[in-house]
C-alpha cells in the first residue's frame, strides 16, 4: 500500500471524504493508529504536556520532536505524518525555520511540517516552501502564543476577531500552505474559510463544518487527566483501566500471589538435584 501523499488528501476535500486526524507521539500508538485506519498523524508539540509533564508547550525542543517523530514514522510507515514545529525553532529568522523543518524531513522522513501562525509568519512559511517542503498552517487559538491571546481561549467570537482568523487563512493559502488547521474558533467562521480555500482545512475544535478532525490521542483515550478541552470527546478511560490493573498488581505482589508457578522457570529433569547438591557444599 503506498504512502498517503499530500495530493491524496486534496483529492478527498474535493470528493467531500473527511479526512481523521490524530496525534500520536510514540511507536505503539502509531501502530494502533494505522491499524484503525488513520489518514494523518500528527506529532504534536503536545507531547510536551502528554509525555513529559510539562505545564505548556513552550518547553519542548526540536531534539524532542524529531525523536519522537521518527518513532511514530517507524510505526506508521504508510500514514502521512506531520512534524509540529515548537516555540523559537522558527521564530528567529527563515534561514533557522528551513533548517528545522528541513530536520524533520532528514531524519524522522515525515511529509510535512506545521507551524502556528497566520499574516505574521509568512516570509517563514515562504522560506520553508521554497525549500520544497510541505506546510501545515495553524491558527485560532495558537498555543505558543497564547500568552499574547491572553491564555488558551477560543479565537473568532467577535466581527473583528473573525476577520482576522479569515486575513489569517488567506495570507497562508496564498502563500502556498497545502493544509491548514483551525483550532478552537466558531463553526461560522470555520465554515466561510472551509468554502473559501481550495486546500484541505481541518480542524481541532472548529466544528463540522471543515474538511477533517483532528483530537489529541492522550484525550480521545483518556489517558491525559489533567484537564478535558470543551471540543474533546474521550472514547475511552485507558487511565482508569491503568490504574485498576497496576493496583490489583501491587496487591498480588504484596499478599504472595504472585508469582504463580505458571509464572515460573523450572530447572531441568535431574538438574534441580544437581544444583541443590552443588548448592549445599558451595554453601
Not at 500508538?29 to 509533564?53: K, N, P, Q, R
Not at 506508521?76 to 528541513?102: C, H, K, L
Not at 516552501?129 to 498552517?137: Q, S, T
Request: contains cysteine; hydrophobic residues 45%; proline residues 5%.
Amino acid at each position: 500500500m503506498p504512502r498517503t501523499g499530500i495530493l491524496d488528501l486534496h483529492e478527498m476535500k474535493r470528493a467531500g471524504r473527511q479526512i481523521t486526524w490524530l496525534t500520536a507521539y510514540d511507536y505503539p500508538t502509531a501502530t494502533f493508529e494505522a491499524a484503525a485506519g488513520i489518514d494523518m498523524i500528527l506529532v504534536g508539540d503536545s507531547l510536551g504536556m502528554c509525555v513529559y509533564g510539562y505545564p505548556g508547550t513552550v518547553p519542548v525542543t526540536m531534539d524532542q520532536c524529531i525523536v519522537h517523530c521518527e518513532a511514530v514514522r517507524r510505526g506508521a510507515p504508510e500514514t502521512f505524518v506531520v512534524g509540529d514545529m515548537p516555540f523559537m525553532s522558527y521564530q528567529i529568522s527563515d534561514q533557522e525555520a528551513v533548517r528545522n523543518a528541513g530536520r524533520f524531513l532528514q531524519e524522522a522522513a515525515v511529509d510535512a511540517v506545521k507551524l502556528e501562525g497566520g499574516v505574521r509568519v509568512i516570509s517563514r512559511v515562504k522560506a520553508i516552501l521554497d525549500a520544497g517542503i510541505v506546510v501545515c498552517g495553524h491558527i485560532g487559538l495558537t498555543p505558543q502564543s497564547s500568552g499574547q491571546l491572553g491564555g488558551h481561549k477560543a479565537q473568532g467570537l467577535t466581527l473583528e476577531s473573525a476577520k482576522l482568523v479569515v486575513e489569517d487563512a488567506r495570507a497562508l493559502c496564498e502563500a502556498g500552505v497545502q493544509l491548514l488547521l483551525l483550532e478552537a474558533v466558531p463553526p461560522e467562521v470555520a465554515a466561510f474559510i472551509r468554502a473559501e480555500l481550495p486546500i484541505p482545512v481541518l480542524g481541532i475544535g472548529a466544528g463540522d463544518e471543515v474538511d477533517g478532525q483532528l483530537l489529541i490521542v492522550s484525550d480521545v483515550l483518556g489517558t491525559f487527566q489533567a484537564f478535558t478541552p470543551k471540543f474533546v470527546k474521550k472514547y475511552a478511560d485507558l487511565a482508569g483501566v491503568s490504574i485498576a490493573a497496576l493496583s490489583e498488581y501491587v496487591a498480588d505482589v504484596r499478599a504472595g500471589r504472585f508469582p504463580e508457578e505458571e509464572h515460573c522457570y523450572r530447572m531441568l529433569a535431574g538438574e534441580r538435584e544437581k544444583f541443590a547438591a552443588w548448592a549445599g557444599q558451595a554453601g
